[in-house]
């Protein structure tokens, strides 16, 4: 593994970490996890406007968490759900990390 794809690597996990502290996606993730949700009803759980729900659940998208689909109701809707996904730091993951950059 060379040192662009350490940087990568700490540059993605850095991305995850970067959305993950906010905590209006945690919750919506939360929120997505108990089952399928729309903007519009994630955006009056939070008490956002809805361009904002939509910006928030497009970044979550954008980095894999989420995925959505239209489903045909009274009208079309795009309804967010979770994606299968695991996020793992520990000293371990670290040590390997940290030794990569070390031997590159």
Do not use: C, Q, W
């Not at 519009?40 to 989420?66: I, Q």
């Not at 009208?75 to 390997?96: G, Q, T, W």
Request: proline share 4%.
């Amino acid at each position: 593994m060379g040192e662009g794809e350490e940087k990568d690597e700490i540059g993605g996990l850095a991305e995850v970490l970067r959305m993950l502290a906010n905590p209006i996606r945690l919750k919506m993730l939360a929120y997505i996890a108990v089952r399928p949700r729309h903007a519009y009803e994630l955006s009056k759980k939070l008490g956002l406007s809805y361009p904002l729900t939509h910006m928030h659940l497009r970044a979550l998208e954008r980095l894999g968490l989420v995925e959505s689909e239209v489903v045909e109701e009274a009208r079309a809707k795009r309804v967010y759900k979770l994606k299968d996904f695991r996020i793992v730091i520990s000293p371990e993951e670290l040590r390997k990390l940290g030794e990569k950059l070390e031997s590159g």
